[in-house]
């Protein structure tokens, strides 16, 4: 699979939310509803299209309407198991996550290796 677009989420341990950029969204094709999906034995996070009678789907439909800059999520459970993944990451901090767009345009994959402490100008570095 090719990718190009680079686009990043912001995933705040601390305040254990994961915030998507209205630009992600967008490069989806501004749907109503996407599925996040983690697959820890690769270390990384897709966010993707998804239907409303998807039971892995999430509406996003007050974004889009609204226009609001970004969507957040708040999930411990979720931004937990994520914690537990990466060594390397503090439970106090945020953490930018870099990631590429398919080119059939579905999904978004982020790389927990390509993750940059939010504020700080360098990386956090995981062995995949």
Same mark, same amino acid.
């Given at each position: 699979? /090719?990718? @190009?677009?680079?686009?990043?989420?912001?995933?705040?341990?601390?305040? &254990?939310? =994961?915030?998507?950029?209205?630009?992600? $969204?967008?490069?989806?094709?501004?749907?109503?509803?996407?599925?996040?999906?983690?697959?820890?034995?690769?270390?990384?996070?897709?966010? /993707?299209? @998804?239907?409303?009678?998807?039971?892995?789907?999430?509406?996003?439909? &007050?974004? =889009?309407?609204?226009?609001?800059?970004? $969507?957040?999520?708040?999930?411990?459970?979720?931004?937990?198991?994520?914690?537990?993944?990466?060594?390397?990451?503090?439970?106090?901090?945020?953490?930018?996550?870099?990631?590429?767009?398919?080119?059939?345009?579905?999904?978004?994959?982020?790389?927990?290796?390509?993750?940059?402490?939010?504020?700080?100008?360098?990386?956090?570095?995981?062995?995949?």
């Amino acid at each position: 699979m /090719q990718y @190009s677009n680079r686009r990043s989420v912001l995933l705040d341990l601390n305040k &254990r939310r =994961i915030r998507i950029y209205r630009s992600v $969204l967008h490069l989806l094709g501004d749907p109503t509803h996407i599925a996040i999906i983690v697959t820890p034995h690769e270390s990384l996070v897709k966010i /993707q299209q @998804s239907e409303k009678y998807d039971p892995k789907s999430y509406s996003i439909e &007050r974004i =889009i309407n609204n226009r609001d800059r970004t $969507l957040e999520i708040y999930c411990q459970p979720f931004l937990q198991s994520l914690y537990e993944m990466n060594e390397c990451w503090d439970r106090n901090q945020a953490y930018r996550v870099y990631g590429d767009i398919s080119s059939d345009g579905i999904e978004v994959t982020f790389k927990f290796s390509d993750s940059v402490q939010y504020g700080k100008e360098s990386g956090c570095k995981v062995d995949v």
